[in-house]
Structures are given as structure tokens and as C-alpha cells.
């Protein structure tokens, strides 16, 4: 499965994350979530956890509704705010903030799916 597009999402008040529909069944039940470059994070299949140095990445369990929590510690040393974008980016999607990114989602007319 590869990943492939933009998502304008917003983070609940218990910071959990609603996966893209389409997504969700290749992702389902448990997902490898790192820090990528500092400002956000990377999800991946959870068969990608040999890929990774075991105290970089995080175990994260998706729920029956799609919703991923994202810890704390994560969110605060991301940045990230309740509005969120996901990118597509073939092996995993991609986590950002939402304010710095609408401007160059705007301005190349990138559509929300």
C-alpha cells in the first residue's frame, strides 16, 4: 500500500486523530509513529517497526472509529495545534501543523480529500 494525498484534519479534545477513511484498513489496529526532523510526525505500518531503533518510535493503536491518540510528549515537541494536515507520502503519511501549511497548501492549490 502506498499513501497519497493531503488531509485537512482536526485534533479532538483528547488530541486523538481520526485517520483518513481509505486508510484505515491497512493501518488497523496498531501504527509506528516517529518524529520526522522535529516538526512532525511519521506514521507507518506497524510491520515497519524493524525499520526503526526501538526508542525512536512510539506503538499507537487505532480504534473502531478510525482514531489514532497522539501522546502528549509528541504533540508538545512537534508543535503540532488541533488543526492538522496529513500528507500522503507513499510508504507513510505525514503529520503537520495547520497554520504554516495552509498558506502553501492555498497557494498551490492543493485540494482537501
Known sequence: MR???TYERALDE?????VPAEFRKY??????????????????REEKIKDFP?????????????RMLIPRELIKSTG?????????KGE????RRGGKNERTRKRFNVGKN
Request: without cysteine; charged residues 25%; proline residues 4%.
Open 54 to 66: 526501538p526508542e525512536t518510535i512510539r506503538k499507537i493503536k487505532i480504534d473502531k472509529q478510525g
Open 27 to 44: 493501518l488497523i489496529p496498531e501504527v509506528i509513529v516517529t518524529q520526522n526532523g522535529g516538526v512532525s510526525l511519521a506514521i507507518y
Open 92 to 95: 507513510y503519511l505525514e503529520i
Open 14 to 18: 483528547k488530541k486523538r486523530l481520526i
Open 3 to 5: 499513501f497519497y494525498g
Open 80 to 88: 503540532l495545534r488541533k488543526r492538522v494536515y496529513i500528507y500522503g
